[in-house]
């Protein structure tokens, strides 16, 4: 079935709120203390996606356990045929996000392709199940999410682009069903360096020195600890009513970013209510994150698993406070197999939403380097 034209999400019965029950206990209050719904980011991302000038067409895609992944698929109206007929690019945000971060690049990227955006389990307006707390599970569970998302939306292969924590689920991804990734682009991924030591030990069977690296300051070990027993959001919601300005407060860069598009505060906002729900695909990172954000099960361990003739290209801001160095340990461990890292200039974290154009100009490079 062809997309919809339409400029913004269709709405169907599929698409119905439905209320979540809380138990009743000391915390029914919970929900009403924090001023957020599904209703109210639902409002604010059509407000996001109404940005949105070729072909959209926006609904759940229902998994075999009934658990629903919230969809974007975007064609160009003016080629949509020729785009058809070429590999489509499926786009994975990272922590915390959810599909109406890549505003600023879905028009752009879809130009001469099919275009998918999805949130992922556990975040945005899908699905939040329970994750388990072993790291292993809680990613497989993430994994096998995409997968069943794959055969429902009915994609053969796939160009797969994943930033942050997307990178790393979708290099996971790529790992276990290689035939169905092209070219596997990584944006800015989270969890590839292995956590240093406190101390490494060279050569010890020779007896050499250890090599001391300096450890964090007591607070930080004091914050990390009390926050480990937390959810990574859970101060979002623990704000209440001052969720929102707390968001404004601590990234007002989400704003800056988006000020030639909104001149108010909608991708605080949506940051927030993306955030504020019930956590559950946080619970899943935080399985498979230690303490102060580094993975349990690195990538750097595994990504020699990835058959060498997988194109994979690695995107960093170069003002990011992602170690870009990782991305040339991939280049050694794959022994240069079809494998690039590319800097994006005065850019952070969030490449996509720094520096759009030059982004977008990379990514279509890629795409077209397949097809």
């Not at 409002?43 to 969809?71: G, H, M, Y």
């Not at 007929?85 to 990272?94: I, Q």
């Not at 329970?130 to 497989?140: G, I």
């Not at 790529?174 to 800015?188: E, G, K, N």
């Amino acid at each position: 079935m062809d997309p919809a034209t339409t400029a913004a999400p269709i709405q169907s019965d599929c698409e119905t709120e439905i209320a979540t029950k809380t138990p009743h206990s000391v915390w029914s209050w919970w929900p009403s203390w924090r001023p957020t719904s599904m209703s109210l980011l639902k409002t604010t991302e059509s407000k996001i996606l109404a940005c949105i000038q070729n072909d959209l067409w926006a609904r759940f895609v229902t998994l075999p356990n009934q658990d629903r992944i919230w969809t974007l698929t975007l064609t160009n109206k003016v080629f949509h045929k020729p785009a058809a007929a070429k590999t489509p690019l499926v786009m994975v945000h990272g922590f915390g996000g959810g599909v109406g971060l890549w505003i600023r690049n879905l028009d752009a990227l879809s130009r001469s392709r099919p275009v998918y955006a999805f949130d992922l389990l556990g975040f945005g307006r899908s699905s939040r199940p329970p994750f388990p707390s072993d790291s292993a599970k809680a990613e497989e569970q993430f994994v096998n999410s995409i997968e069943e998302w794959r055969q429902s939306v009915g994609l053969e292969n796939m160009i797969l682009l994943g930033h942050s924590l997307g990178g790393y689920l979708a290099t996971s991804y790529a790992i276990q069903h290689p035939s169905r990734v092209s070219h596997l682009i990584l944006v800015d991924p989270w969890g590839f360096p292995e956590r240093p030591q406190t101390q490494t030990e060279e050569n010890r069977d020779q007896g050499t020195e250890v090599v001391k690296r300096p450890s964090p300051p007591r607070w930080v070990k004091v914050i990390a600890t009390v926050v480990s027993f937390f959810n990574p959001l859970a101060v979002i919601r623990a704000a209440g009513p001052w969720g929102p300005g707390l968001v404004n407060r601590f990234r007002p860069d989400f704003k800056r970013k988006f000020e030639d598009l909104f001149d108010d505060d909608t991708m605080t906002q949506y940051i927030y209510h993306c955030n504020a729900q019930t956590p559950s695909g946080e619970v899943g990172f935080r399985a498979m994150s230690e303490s102060l954000g580094w993975a349990k099960r690195p990538m750097l361990q595994r990504v020699h698993l990835l058959p060498p003739s997988m194109p994979l290209t690695m995107l960093y801001g170069k003002w990011s406070w992602v170690d870009n160095s990782s991305g040339y340990k991939v280049v050694q461990i794959r022994d240069q197999a079809h494998t690039r890292v590319l800097l994006i200039n005065e850019a952070s974290h969030h490449v996509y939403a720094d520096q759009p154009e030059e982004f977008n100009k990379v990514v279509e490079n890629i795409c077209n380097s397949v097809n």
